[in-house]
Nanobody, 124 residues
Framework: QVQLVESGGGLVQPGGSLRLSCVVS????????IGWYRQAPGKQRELVAN???????NYVDSVKGRFTISRENAKNTVYLQMNSLEPEDTAVYYC??????????????????WGQGTQVTVSS
């Protein structure tokens, strides 16, 4: 069973920075996508940023220019550097690994692995 363990959340003032880390129990290059989602109270979980096996990075519009996703393959770790944090960034942040398998009928099968989540609170 693949395990993802997040760390780095906490309380920070508006304008501050945090770096989240996610350590994966298997090679992160085995994931078609590896990245971060967040869920604020009363809202749906949303994709924040991810990175493909080939290194393509994707960001939700609201974090572009403020957040940076990166990975360290040798350590099976993916990071989310969050700068210029805003109260609207307050949420539980989840590490996600996404794999695509080929089924017996040659269909695509999608599977998600999740971490336990880490709380990020932006408040003065």
């Amino acid at each position: 069973q693949v395990q993802l363990v997040e760390s780095g959340g906490g309380l920070v003032q508006p304008g501050g920075s945090l770096r989240l880390s996610c350590v994966v129990s298997e090679s992160i290059l085995s994931m078609n996508y590896i990245g971060w989602y967040r869920q604020a109270p009363g809202k749906q979980r949303e994709l924040v940023a991810n990175i493909t096996t080939g290194g393509t990075k994707n960001y939700v519009d609201s974090v572009k220019g403020r957040f940076t996703i990166s990975r360290e393959n040798a350590k099976n770790t993916v990071y989310l550097q969050m700068n210029s944090l805003e109260p609207e960034d307050t949420a539980v942040y989840y590490c996600n690994g996404h794999r695509i398998f080929i089924g017996t009928d040659l269909e695509y099968i999608h599977y998600d692995y999740w971490g336990q989540g880490t709380q990020v609170t932006v408040s003065s």
